[in-house]
């Protein structure tokens, strides 16, 4: 029993510092840093994996970066609403199936939220199938998932960039209140316009949770700009969003109002990709940016992330 206890130990260690590198590239690329990939070997493994059309996404999305305070003190503004609160920091993993005009995707969300006021944190886990297609009228998505609440190891992540940072530990009790619930969604995207490189699409997006919660509801606008053909595709987000049948335990995390988000998508190696953004007000809780990046692997066709992909708790 002791061994199997080292073991996990060990195994839970490089979990987090695995988690630990996602942030450290979060926290590196807003702030102007450049990294080197070596991806030669990477494409040559890729090239052998894609016989079926499967390709893996992992993204990471925070609500502060390095410097984020620094620039709103010489600016002497709030230009990024950086609390490190409530949904602070998600990490996200997706495998996906391509056919012709239809993908089916897995999705895995671990979403780490405080409440420093409160003094109590969550953390958030989910998983998701989707099947997704493209009708004549526009994109239509739909899935079911499963959504726990509890620990999950958020803090001991957390705290692991915080102390590669140099930023104060946060100290917060783990809520005694664990919750399991079943999950119903479904996305619809009619095409408005379409000419050149731009293409503009409504947004309506529904989807409920048991046992409280969080559900939501989201009507808006979506525009694509391809600036270089399967190379870099620029996405714009903007909506209304409210989230409802929310219990005691979830009410101080999720909230409702206009949200945005601006998403780049470039392609830096065959059949790999990377996708950078911004996002406004996402969770409804507040005017707070959360900023974030992911890598897709044997993409065979650029396909950009948008706020539909990173929008759930």
Same mark, same amino acid.
Not at 87 to 95: E, G, L
Not at 175 to 189: E, R
Not at 226 to 248: M, P, R, V
């Given at each position: 029993?002791?061994?199997?206890?080292?073991? !996990?130990?060990?195994?839970?260690?490089?979990?987090?510092?695995?988690?630990? &590198?996602?942030?450290? =590239?979060?926290?590196?690329?807003?702030?102007?840093?450049?990294?080197?990939?070596?991806?030669?070997?990477?494409?040559?493994?890729?090239?052998?994996?894609?016989?079926?059309? !499967?390709?893996?996404?992992?993204?990471?999305?925070? +609500?502060?970066?390095?410097?984020?305070?620094?620039?709103?003190?010489?600016?002497?503004?709030?230009?990024?609403?950086?609390?490190?609160?409530?949904? @602070?920091?998600?990490?996200?993993?997706?495998?996906?199936?391509?056919?012709?005009?239809?993908?089916?995707?897995?999705?895995?969300?671990?979403?780490?939220?405080?409440?420093?006021?409160?003094?109590?944190?969550? +953390?958030?886990?989910?998983?998701?199938?989707? !099947? /997704? @297609?493209? =009708?004549?009228?526009?994109?239509?998505?739909?899935?079911?998932?499963?959504?726990?609440?509890?620990?999950?190891?958020?803090?001991?992540?957390?705290?692991?960039? *915080?102390?590669?940072?140099?930023?104060?530990?946060?100290?917060?009790?783990?809520?005694?209140?664990? *919750?399991?619930?079943?999950?119903?969604?479904?996305?619809?995207?009619?095409?408005?316009?379409?000419?050149?490189?731009?293409?503009?699409? /409504?947004?309506?997006?529904?989807?409920?949770?048991?046992?409280?919660?969080?559900?939501? &509801?989201?009507?808006?606008?979506?525009?694509?700009?391809?600036?270089?053909?399967?190379? =870099?595709?620029?996405?714009? *987000?903007?909506?209304?969003?409210?989230?409802?049948?929310?219990? /005691?335990?979830?009410?101080?995390?999720?909230?409702?109002?206009?949200?945005?988000?601006?998403?780049?998508?470039?392609?830096?190696?065959?059949?790999?990709?990377?996708?950078?953004?911004?996002?406004?007000?996402? !969770?409804? /809780?507040?005017?707070?940016? *959360?900023?974030?990046?992911?890598?897709?692997?044997?993409?065979?066709? =650029?396909?950009?992330? @948008?706020?539909?992909?990173?929008?759930?708790?």
């Amino acid at each position: 029993m002791k061994r199997f206890i080292v073991i !996990y130990k060990i195994w839970l260690s490089k979990v987090e510092f695995s988690f630990g &590198i996602l942030f450290f =590239l979060n926290v590196l690329i807003p702030s102007n840093c450049l990294i080197a990939f070596q991806l030669d070997s990477l494409d040559s493994f890729l090239s052998k994996s894609n016989e079926n059309n !499967y390709s893996f996404s992992i993204g990471n999305w925070n +609500d502060n970066f390095l410097f984020d305070k620094e620039i709103n003190n010489l600016f002497d503004r709030n230009i990024f609403q950086t609390d490190d609160d409530f949904i @602070t920091a998600s990490f996200w993993f997706r495998i996906s199936k391509q056919q012709k005009l239809s993908r089916w995707f897995l999705d895995s969300y671990l979403n780490m939220a405080t409440n420093r006021q409160l003094n109590f944190r969550t +953390d958030f886990l989910s998983l998701m199938l989707n !099947y /997704e @297609t493209q =009708l004549e009228l526009g994109l239509l998505r739909v899935g079911s998932g499963i959504i726990f609440s509890g620990n999950f190891g958020g803090s001991g992540i957390q705290n692991f960039y *915080h102390n590669m940072a140099s930023i104060t530990e946060l100290d917060l009790p783990y809520s005694n209140n664990n *919750h399991f619930g079943l999950s119903i969604h479904s996305l619809i995207k009619p095409i408005l316009f379409d000419k050149n490189k731009l293409q503009i699409k /409504e947004v309506t997006s529904f989807s409920l949770f048991t046992d409280g919660g969080p559900s939501s &509801i989201e009507l808006g606008l979506e525009s694509n700009y391809t600036a270089i053909e399967d190379q =870099l595709l620029f996405n714009f *987000h903007l909506g209304c969003k409210s989230y409802f049948t929310l219990n /005691e335990n979830f009410e101080s995390f999720f909230g409702k109002g206009i949200v945005w988000g601006v998403f780049s998508n470039i392609r830096i190696a065959k059949e790999v990709q990377s996708s950078f953004w911004i996002t406004g007000n996402q !969770y409804g /809780e507040g005017i707070r940016n *959360h900023f974030g990046i992911s890598f897709s692997f044997l993409t065979q066709n =650029l396909i950009p992330i @948008t706020f539909e992909d990173v929008k759930y708790p």
